[in-house]
């Protein structure tokens, strides 16, 4: 007979955190994207303040947007919130970030930025030299926790106020199991959204550049595409 | 007024060829993805042919696969097939490919392979010097009509013969719609599986490397996770 001590249960995979007392910021919030996600967490009762380079303009896009949502200059955004997503455009990625490197310091990052070049033929993705978007911001951001999440959002339907529920999956990057989990638990916020865990940020290069296949999905079908997970 | 004529209305994307009276090979067919392909599609009425380097292994295959399933070495299978699925391992995939050129000439070809790299940490995407390995058969094969589809399909459902359905999306990219659409007609043959075009080969990669993330999801969630697209 040994004396080892029973190996514990695996945690249950989708007992999650609870987030609703955290504040969430989004770089980027004036953007189709930012503004979309800030609605709908607002919606939800989460506290949520947008940031723009310009704090005049992230107040006018708050106040339009309604549900207690705030506005502020990025760096404001980025020091007043506990999570803080990042909605800014490709192009402005790495200066935007490399910018707010201190007022970042220790929150949890969520990056869901795509990276895409477009042409005639439509959209393809666009290789980071650091991976992917959400590496490079790791790479930028030494000092605090960066997860991926928050790609395969149609901006049309999260800003519609028509639509009642974002039927999809969110699928969750990161290093750290705590921190993904925060990062689910917000998704789970939204009503039909779900956060699932779907690895580390070494493989976020595919989950963003997938963006460029739902953009060839959405031409054919006349959709606005999103997906899920089966068997989970 | 003008006499222009008017424009035609667009075809309905989900109004897809009969491929029934096809001939399928399936190159690699007695890997576990080649053999579960081979079984579901012989299920489903195909005729189906499994290649593999070695005739009598083909064979062997084939016997125990049932539904009329036959075995052929790779050159033989290849030529006696309209369709041609190559199921074969990332490492070999440019080496047969090379070898079957003369006997692919003409023929569809859908290629599955996920080049994936394993470390202590899991899966990662590897990224094939041409793109992807769909974009490196399409080099291989300049005679060929190369599309990708069936990257995210769970081997081990695909092979049991408990389950009834596989229901997954078969997300399909080529470069010509006529061939896409054979292809995705080829999924929809399968009960629950349904066939949605995605792309161009230049989008392949990510979707090729999206196995990866699956890989990390079905590990947290002791699942055998497919993808659905929503909103189509």
């Given at each position: 007979m040994t004396t080892e001590a029973p190996r514990p249960a695996?945690?249950?995979?989708?007992?999650l955190p609870d987030v609703s007392g955290l504040t969430v910021g989004v770089l980027g919030g004036t953007g189709d994207q930012g503004r979309g996600l800030a609605y709908r967490l607002a919606k939800a009762g989460q506290r949520v303040i947008i940031g723009s380079r310009s704090a005049e303009r992230a107040g006018a896009a708050a106040a339009e947007l309604g549900s207690g949502v705030e506005g502020a200059a990025n760096e404001d955004c980025a020091r007043r919130s506990d999570i803080v997503i990042v909605a800014v455009p490709w192009d402005g990625h790495a200066k935007t970030l490399e910018g707010l490197r201190d007022a970042l310091e220790g929150k949890l990052v969520v990056d869901c930025v795509n990276p895409l070049g477009f042409d005639k033929k439509g959209a393809y993705a666009l290789k980071p030299e650091e991976g992917s978007a959400a590496e490079q911001a790791a790479a930028l951001l030494p000092g605090s926790r960066v997860t991926a999440a928050f790609?395969?959002?149609s901006a049309v339907l999260l800003q519609d106020?028509?639509?009642?529920?974002?039927?999809t999956d969110v699928m969750v990057l990161g290093e750290s199991r705590a921190d993904t989990d925060l990062v689910q638990a917000l998704a789970n916020r939204i009503p039909g959204m779900r956060g699932v865990f779907a690895?580390?940020?070494?493989?976020a290069h595919q989950v963003e550049s997938l963006v460029a296949n739902l953009i060839s999905v959405n031409r054919r079908y006349k959709a606005h595409a999103g997906v899920r997970l089966t068997d989970i």
């Amino acid at each position: 007979m040994t004396t080892e001590a029973p190996r514990p249960a695996p945690k249950d995979p989708f007992d999650l955190p609870d987030v609703s007392g955290l504040t969430v910021g989004v770089l980027g919030g004036t953007g189709d994207q930012g503004r979309g996600l800030a609605y709908r967490l607002a919606k939800a009762g989460q506290r949520v303040i947008i940031g723009s380079r310009s704090a005049e303009r992230a107040g006018a896009a708050a106040a339009e947007l309604g549900s207690g949502v705030e506005g502020a200059a990025n760096e404001d955004c980025a020091r007043r919130s506990d999570i803080v997503i990042v909605a800014v455009p490709w192009d402005g990625h790495a200066k935007t970030l490399e910018g707010l490197r201190d007022a970042l310091e220790g929150k949890l990052v969520v990056d869901c930025v795509n990276p895409l070049g477009f042409d005639k033929k439509g959209a393809y993705a666009l290789k980071p030299e650091e991976g992917s978007a959400a590496e490079q911001a790791a790479a930028l951001l030494p000092g605090s926790r960066v997860t991926a999440a928050f790609h395969h959002l149609s901006a049309v339907l999260l800003q519609d106020p028509g639509v009642a529920e974002i039927a999809t999956d969110v699928m969750v990057l990161g290093e750290s199991r705590a921190d993904t989990d925060l990062v689910q638990a917000l998704a789970n916020r939204i009503p039909g959204m779900r956060g699932v865990f779907a690895g580390r940020l070494r493989n976020a290069h595919q989950v963003e550049s997938l963006v460029a296949n739902l953009i060839s999905v959405n031409r054919r079908y006349k959709a606005h595409a999103g997906v899920r997970l089966t068997d989970i």
